[in-house]
């Protein structure tokens, strides 16, 4: 089975006149439809609201797509904060579930009006610290230990994170932030990474919104939100199966039901937190092929390395790739698809199955829209690609440039290399 790209070959061919590869390019369409199908999911709850994940993609013009469905902004750093200041994005646009925090940040935050999500118990003090008192809403994040196993095996182990409370923390931050002047409260908690199944969210709300329950019998404080944050995945390989968002949203809105409306909970906003399922399929990493090479093995060279992508080289994630132009000819080569970096690791795909690739060909690596461009870096002095947005009109609009050496050689104030490489 195969992923059918957005691009086509003599659309692509277009682009690369103007544009030189490797570039990562977005689906307006795409990302619209999937946007206004989650805010159709969860349309049932009055003040439901997705915080775009900045940190998969850190693109204004593509966060700015997103705001028209009412999306905000999940903040995570400084920088993060300042993206969503420069877009109008401010006041509870923003959360900011941070860790580890430095105190300016918290109190940016603070002055943009942004909902500050807390990871510790011990992030009250230093929001005070920063802020001069805590803000009259605040979330804190659950992390509830051991191992999270669903029917169809997906797990992972919160345990082992480094996030959020235990439950007896969030009763005890609860109880202080209450006493110190905040009048509503928010839980939020991310048990799982990029689940491929209709259950995680509902099986998540169901033990935050027992924990919701239990916090405002005993502490009598009021439940204003829940935060599901993110999780729901996208298939990455061409024959799983999609998550349903519609009844991902159904599932939810049942838990919701049976858990909190027979509390006198019904007023409670749910919250998501999304970016791999928000972007990743509607983005693609454009690269040519320029090398060939056989020996034990058989290597297609491209122009794009893992500063471009870096997860397959990082922890071996797969990304499909469709050779434009080929997508009809028999699978009947086995290759290794590489970068230039000077590390084995430096590959798009080991052993994959694809046609005859011949030098020039343009490769289409499928989902890289969240988490793809974000994670570059500049090793070996590689720089960035460009990022290309594929408007609904059919035309290509430049919405972050290709970093040039001069980019790379910003920060050596007490070094010229320009000026020694001209002496």
């Known amino acids: ?18 544009f030189p590869t490797p570039f990562h390019i977005y689906d307006e369409k795409g990302i619209r439809q999937n946007a206004e199908n989650l805010k159709k999911a969860f349309a049932w709850n009055r003040g439901y609201k997705e915080y775009f994940a900045v940190k998969a993609t850190p693109n204004p ?11 905000g902004c999940d903040c995570s750093s400084l920088t993060e904060l300042m993206i969503s200041k420069a877009i109008g994005a401010v006041g509870e646009d923003i959360m900011f579930s941070s860790n580890d925090t430095p105190l300016e940040e918290f109190k940016f935050c603070y002055e943009l009006g942004g909902i500050i999500n807390l990871d510790d118990i011990t992030h009250i003090d230093a929001v005070e610290k920063a802020c001069g008192k805590l803000p009259k809403k605040m979330s ?38 209450k006493e110190k002047g905040v009048e509503e409260f928010g839980l939020h908690s991310f048990l799982c990474s990029n689940t491929v199944t209709n259950e995680y969210y509902p099986m ?22 829940i935060n599901l944050s993110g999780g729901i995945g996208i298939p990455y390989l061409p024959d ?11 599932g939810v809105h049942k838990v919701y039901n049976d858990v909190l409306v027979p509390e006198g909970m019904d007023d409670v906003a749910i919250f998501t937190e ?3 399922y928000m972007m990743a399929p509607y983005g693609a990493l454009v690269t040519t092929a320029i090398n060939e090479k056989h020996i034990h093995k058989e290597y297609i060279g491209v122009d794009a390395c893992a500063v471009n992508l870096m997860r397959p080289a990082m922890y071996g994630a797969y990304h499909h790739i ?16 590489t970068g230039s970096l000077c590390e084995n690791n430096d590959k798009f795909a080991v052993d994959r199955r694809l046609p005859k690739i011949d030098m020039g060909d343009i490769l289409f ?33 430049l919405i972050r440039r290709a970093e040039n050496p001069k980019d790379y050689f910003a920060t050596f104030d007490c070094f010229d290399v320009f000026d020694k490489l001209n002496s």
């Open 1 to 18: 089975m195969a992923k059918t790209p957005f691009l086509t070959k003599e659309k692509a061919q277009e682009i690369i006149k103007e």
């Open 61 to 71: 013009f593509l966060i700015n797509i997103l705001r028209d469905y009412g999306c």
């Open 140 to 177: 804190c994040r659950f992390n509830p230990g051991g191992v999270i196993q669903m029917s169809n095996g997906i797990m992972d182990n919160p345990g082992d994170a480094k996030y959020g409370m235990t439950e007896e923390q969030i009763f005890e931050a609860f109880r202080i932030m």
């Open 204 to 225: 998540l709300a169901e033990i935050l919104f027992k924990l919701a329950v239990s916090l405002k019998n005993k502490l009598d404080v009021k439940i204003s939100f």
């Open 240 to 250: 799983a199966e999609p998550n349903d968002i519609f009844a991902i949203g159904e």
């Open 274 to 276: 999304l970016g791999r």
């Open 322 to 337: 469709t050779v434009l132009g080929k997508e009809n000819e028999p699978l009947s080569e086995t290759y290794d698809i």
């Open 365 to 397: 690596i499928h989902d890289t829209g969240a988490h793809g461009f974000s994670m570059g870096y500049n090793y070996n002095g590689k720089l960035k690609s460009a990022e290309l947005l594929l408007q609904e009109n059919g035309e290509v609009k």
